[in-house]
T-cell receptor, first 113, second 111 residues
């Protein structure tokens, strides 16, 4: 099974709201990722967790706060977002951060009003 | 500079008309090249991993090949359901899990 699940599928939030995106995998993978994807563009890396520790933060604004409660779960906490943050947010996982393929979830379509 | 370039940007084929998508890369020490398929509004679906020049992988109507400078995704006798955006990515030399993506090729197969 190579499934990564994400909830919710769609999210509409105001600029003053606080919300969270959730991601789960049960493949025993030790690396998990958050990506942001705008229309007609490739995914853009935001964060990498390796063995439940944050290993990469691609200079993402602090209004995005990642959390890895355990090896199967990954959260992305959102606060005071801007309309330009509207995008498809993708979670992915891989066996490790080495030369391994990443498996993506279906994504959360976020709209900031 | 490490980068990935895909061509063409868009491709229209008639059903059954075979073709190839190109992915050119410049990276110091290839640690893996990956092909993904992405349908509109969905997450990328993993297709293939290639590690060394001369390697080939096949799955149904798709075949991926790798040379020292580029990779090809050959589509044989495509069907309308093969319509999607195909993304190519390479593992960054830092080996931190960061992928360097190309801009993608959007394929439309008409019946």
């Amino acid at each position: 099974d190579t499934e990564v699940t994400q909830t919710p599928k769609h999210l509409v939030m105001g600029m003053t709201n606080k919300k969270s995106l959730k991601c789960e995998q049960h493949m025993g993978h030790r690396a998990m990722y958050w990506y942001k994807q705008k229309a007609k563009k490739p995914p853009e890396l935001m964060f990498v967790y390796s063995y439940e520790k944050l290993s990469i933060n691609e200079s993402v604004p602090s209004r995005f706060s990642p959390e890895c409660p355990n090896s199967s779960l990954l959260n992305l906490h959102l606060h005071a977002l801007q309309p330009e943050d509207s995008a498809l947010y993708l979670c992915a996982s891989s066996q490790d951060t080495g030369s391994y393929e990443q498996y993506f979830g279906p994504g959360t379509r976020l709209t900031v009003t | 500079e490490d980068q990935v370039t895909q061509s063409p940007e868009a491709l229209r084929l008639q059903e059954g008309e075979s073709s190839s998508l190109n992915c050119s890369y410049t990276v110091s020490g290839l640690r893996g090249l990956f092909w993904y398929r992405q349908d509109p509004g969905k997450g990328p679906e993993f297709l293939f991993t290639l590690y060394s020049a001369g390697e080939e992988k096949e799955k149904e109507r798709l075949k991926a090949t790798l040379t020292k400078k580029e990779s090809f995704l050959h589509i044989t006798a495509p069907k309308p359901e093969d319509s999607a955006t195909y993304l190519c990515a390479v593992q960054a030399p830092s080996n931190t899990g960061k992928l360097i993506f190309g801009q993608g090729t959007t394929l439309q197969v008409k019946p």
